[in-house]
């Protein structure tokens, strides 16, 4: 009987597949923010197309990720500081919308904003590792885009 009670508890404390990225951004967390909040910004570096209502509640929507559309509903916005929104793929079983969550903080530090982003709920660790490299190549495109450069065609790593 405790050993079954010491793998409940082990199971309950076991780390759940979890994507960190850091990474400096050389431009102010408000110009960040927009570069993640507004959809015209947003095309810059991620995606062909994207509808965002900017309210918990409301609608995060990218299309053309390598053919693929992302759809999630915002639980955070807090201007300039915070996003948290559910994730997820459009026609994807395993990684469906509003399946995983996205936390994006934004800290101003040294003359910048250090961008702090927490991809949780995703359900075995080849997802994690898919979108640990996705997170990856986009986020180096939205630290040129933020600085007003352009990070190119996204070609984004197999």
């Not at 079954?4 to 076991?14: E, I, P």
């Not at 929104?85 to 509003?98: H, I, N």
Request: charged share 20%; aromatic share 6%; hydrophobic share 35%.
């Amino acid at each position: 009987m405790n050993q079954q009670v010491a793998s409940q508890a082990k199971a309950q404390t076991a780390e759940p597949f979890i994507v960190r990225r850091e990474t400096q951004i050389a431009a102010p967390p408000a110009t960040v923010f927009a570069f993640l909040t507004d959809p015209e910004k947003i095309v810059s570096w991620m995606g062909t197309e994207a509808e965002t209502e900017m309210h918990p509640g409301g609608l995060y929507l990218l299309k053309g990720i390598h053919g693929r559309a992302a759809r999630g509903t915002f639980r955070e916005v807090v201007p300039v500081h915070r996003l948290a929104y559910t994730f997820g793929w459009d026609g994807s079983e395993e990684v469906p919308p509003g399946s995983s969550l996205i936390e994006i903080d934004l800290i101003e530090r040294d003359g910048g904003t250090l961008l702090c982003m927490t991809h949780s709920g995703l359900p075995t660790a080849a997802q994690c590792e898919s979108h640990s490299t996705g997170w990856a190549h986009y986020l180096a495109r939205l630290t040129l885009s933020a600085v007003g450069r352009d990070p190119g065609p996204d070609v984004r790593p197999k």
